[in-house]
């Protein structure tokens, strides 16, 4: 069975083995994503954050260790939900189990949006990023990492690499992948197509990033030296 997003989540087996994977030591989300985006996100002190895909909500105390005021996570997986009410208990945070596509914004009511590793998953863009423009204070700040075009545009089976393919670039859609043991549907658009859609959004596109490694966050040369061959992540941070 193909899954898009929570979808895969909410299958037990999935679920399972990509908490197991999160515990890895030298996991890409954390060497090569979350340091990016703490770099973007830059100081919280006394915001209102929203969180976009939030997963099992763990970032949400980095924030309030930094400072922030409130987090909101939306997240369509009840697996991950369930995980993710436990993370925030006792903060000023709240996890609505709602998909991206369903959720309804309350306007300008958030400081910062945030989205890690979940705009991927969906296929209309340009409705997503008018409802987070209209959940935006005026000058806050929308902030999202993605798996980088390159690698969506041909999906290969996970596991170590030694070689990438780069195919059917600039052919927009979803693409499908073997991933966890489990089949996953991911969708494929280029940096240009991302530009764009913000642009067309009417954000301010104040940062492009990518997922260039740093020596300090790794702990063997072998996996450093791999990870400097190809971008896995792409990273925008736009305002309103």
Known sequence: MDYTGSE???????????????????????????????ELIGA???????DLGCGDAKFA????DLGCEEYCGIEGSANMVQAAAAAVKGYNASVIHT???????????FDLVISRLAIHYIEDLDSLLLKIRQALKPGGSFIFSVEHPVITSTLQTSGTRTNWIVDNYFIEGYREQQWLGGTVQKYHRS????????QQAGFRIDY???S???????????????????????????SK
């Open 8 to 38: 895969f989540y909410d299958n037990d087996a999935n679920f399972a083995k990509y908490m197991e994977r999160r515990q890895w030591q030298e996991n890409a989300n954390d060497t090569l994503e979350k340091p990016v985006i703490l």
């Open 44 to 50: 919280v002190q006394g915001k209102r954050i929203l």
């Open 61 to 64: 105390k980095d924030l309030f």
């Open 99 to 109: 998909t991206m596509e369903s959720w309804q914004p309350l306007h300008n009511t």
């Open 191 to 198: 940096i240009e197509q991302y530009y764009i859609a913000l």
């Open 208 to 210: 492009l990033r990518e």
């Open 212 to 238: 260039n490694p740093q020596r300090k966050n790794f702990s063997t040369d072998e996996t450093y030296e791999r990870r400097l061959r190809i971008p896995l992540f792409l990273f925008l941070s736009a």
